[in-house]
């Protein structure tokens, strides 16, 4: 007889950051040009090899990183409201002016944290954002939908979702990358 073993057994791997949260990152190292912004933190939710992800924004321009550890294993534990959750005390005990997420992760696409996140701490959102514009504590948020564009409003503090067309991240310079690699990022665990 025969048979397959369909138990593929998984490799460990480079962890990289999604795209869509590449551009959160890059909007915020423009706010913070901008003086919009006074830090940057970026945060990652996983096992250990999770702080590559973090040590790639601080590499772009965050100023430090909170990586929250999951066990190994339990990543698949990690649904959108888990992570609204995780987020949501995280700006309790921050107070940060706005968050910006990636509109979705792309592993299951599920475009929901950022919605669950607005309404877990009572914020406003902006999700799917293609522009931003900062004016006098409110931010203008350009949206694509079908039929073309919407421009909306919010106060801050304000939850935001990046899309791809916000803008076009920056690569890490070597000088930048090798600062990451040496910079402390502090652990949190789930509780």
Known sequence: SSGIN???PLRPGKHSM????????EEAVRMKQKKIVKEIIAVSCGPTQ???????????????????EVPKGTE??????????????LIEKEQPDVVILGKQAIDDDANQTTQLLAGLVDWPQGTMASALEHSD?????TREIDGGLEDIKV???????????????RYATLPNIMKAKKKKVPTATLR
């Open 6 to 8: 369909a138990e593929w």
């Open 18 to 25: 999604n795209p869509f949260d590449e551009n959160a990152v």
């Open 155 to 169: 106060k801050l503090p304000a939850i935001i979702s990046a899309d791809l067309r916000l803008n076009e991240p």
């Open 137 to 141: 504590g409110q931010l203008k948020i």
């Open 50 to 68: 999770s702080q590559e992800t973090i040590r790639t924004a601080l590499a772009m321009g965050a100023d430090r990183g909170i990586h929250v």
């Open 76 to 89: 698949a534990d990690l649904q959108p409201l888990a992570v609204a959750k995780i987020f949501a005390k």
